[in-house]
């Protein structure tokens, strides 16, 4: 069975930074996407980055480029997503996710997820 298990939230001042981990174990995910999304109270879970195992490709939602960085460290299994410049409106829990059937921004896409880890921006 696979798992994902996310770590690295916390409570952080607005302009710090952050680095959630996600840790996969169970298959290989190799040949996938892995994605992080986010859920606010109250709101929909959204999209914030994704990348692509063999290669590296990165995608970002526009809210987050060029303050947020997805990468992947093969050995671990690991997907990292360092988070700089933290706003107050990054507050939300973050979620890991495997293996979308087509669309890598799409939440219901994904069949995998991990727990979730709170992140906490204060102003």
């Known amino acids: 069975q696979a798992q994902l298990v996310e770590s690295g939230g916390g409570l952080v001042q607005a302009g710090g930074s952050l680095r959630l981990s996600c840790a996969a174990s169970?298959?290989?995910?190799?040949?996938?996407?892995m994605g992080w999304f986010r859920q606010a109270p109250g709101k929909e879970r959204e999209f914030v980055a994704a990348?692509?195992?063999?290669?590296?490709?990165?995608y970002y939602a526009d809210s987050v480029k060029g303050r947020f960085g997805i990468s992947r460290d093969n050995a671990k299994n690991t997907v990292y997503l360092r988070m700089n410049s933290l706003k107050p409106e990054d507050t939300a829990v973050y979620y890991c996710?495997?293996?979308?059937?087509?669309?890598?921004?799409?939440?219901?896409?994904?069949?995998?997820w991990g727990q979730g880890t709170q992140v906490t921006v204060s102003s």
């Open positions: 996710a495997a293996d979308p059937r087509s669309y890598y921004y799409i939440a219901d896409e994904y069949a995998y």
């Open positions: 169970g298959r290989t995910f190799s040949s996938v996407v």
């Open positions: 990348i692509r195992w063999n290669g590296g490709t990165t």
